[in-house]
């Protein structure tokens, strides 16, 4: 696909077509073609900058009674290599990347990576084109769409995120985590973490790393909060 037939398909009109041209120029077909200036690197730091802002301002505003944590993790969730690369795929992003050989043939137009990473650099070159105006009209109606599916599915979220959330609009606390019990030797250490929310245990779980049965711990108090409620339904 030739950039203006992504740009069509995007609905944008550049003023320097140039700078979509180095948005989409991967490293390593510079490596290989001689007249190509610049890869989109530079691009990309860019946009990932005007995105991280973007984003969180359009939470704020979004969400004026969200708290800061939970603005943080859903902008984690948004901003994720993953999330972004579905955008670019549903613009087709991939099919107009000028790549290198190798990179082309190993699927560098399907990588989460890649896409991502070009993403990135669209929005950098459209910051660059039109200012922040322009990059916010593109982004808005993909970022609402996003953070609907985001809250519509919590396994995008971790499950010590989650239970936070859960804990301080079900019981006005915070999950407190505490070792409880560490067995085996120092080389193959087995942790044993147990969740408290005031002062009712709700989940325990077991690691190789405190953060490990922590996060297990959690999984742990999600399954059983989940099957009270079935029950008392």
Request: charged residues 30%.
């Amino acid at each position: 696909m030739a950039p203006d037939e992504f740009a069509r398909k995007a609905g944008l009109a550049f003023r320097d077509p140039e700078l979509l041209w180095r948005a989409l120029t991967h490293r390593s077909y510079l490596n290989e073609h001689t007249d190509a200036l610049e890869d989109n690197e530079r691009l990309e730091f860019l946009g990932d900058a005007a995105l991280d802002f973007l984003s969180a301002a359009w939470l704020y505003r979004r969400f004026p009674e969200m708290d800061e944590g939970k603005m943080t993790r859903l902008r984690s969730a948004l901003v994720r290599t993953e999330q972004l690369a579905i955008f670019a795929r549903e613009l087709d992003l991939g099919d107009a990347l000028r790549l290198g050989r190798g990179e082309e043939a190993s699927g560098g137009r399907t990588r989460s990576a890649l896409l991502c990473g070009a993403f990135e650099a669209v929005l950098g070159a459209l910051y660059l084109d039109q200012g922040i105006q322009a990059v916010e009209v593109f982004l808005e109606p993909r970022i609402r769409a996003a953070v609907e599916a985001i809250l519509d599915d919590d396994s995008q979220i971790d499950p010590r995120s989650l239970l936070q959330i859960w804990a301080q609009a079900e019981r006005g606390a915070t999950p407190r985590y505490r070792t409880v019990g560490a067995r085996g030797p120092d080389h193959a250490r087995e942790f044993v973490v147990e969740v408290t929310v005031g002062a009712e245990a709700i989940g325990r779980g077991e690691g190789h790393s405190k953060q490990e049965a922590a996060h297990q711990a959690a999984a742990d108090a999600l399954t059983r909060i989940q099957q009270a409620s079935g029950a008392e339904s």
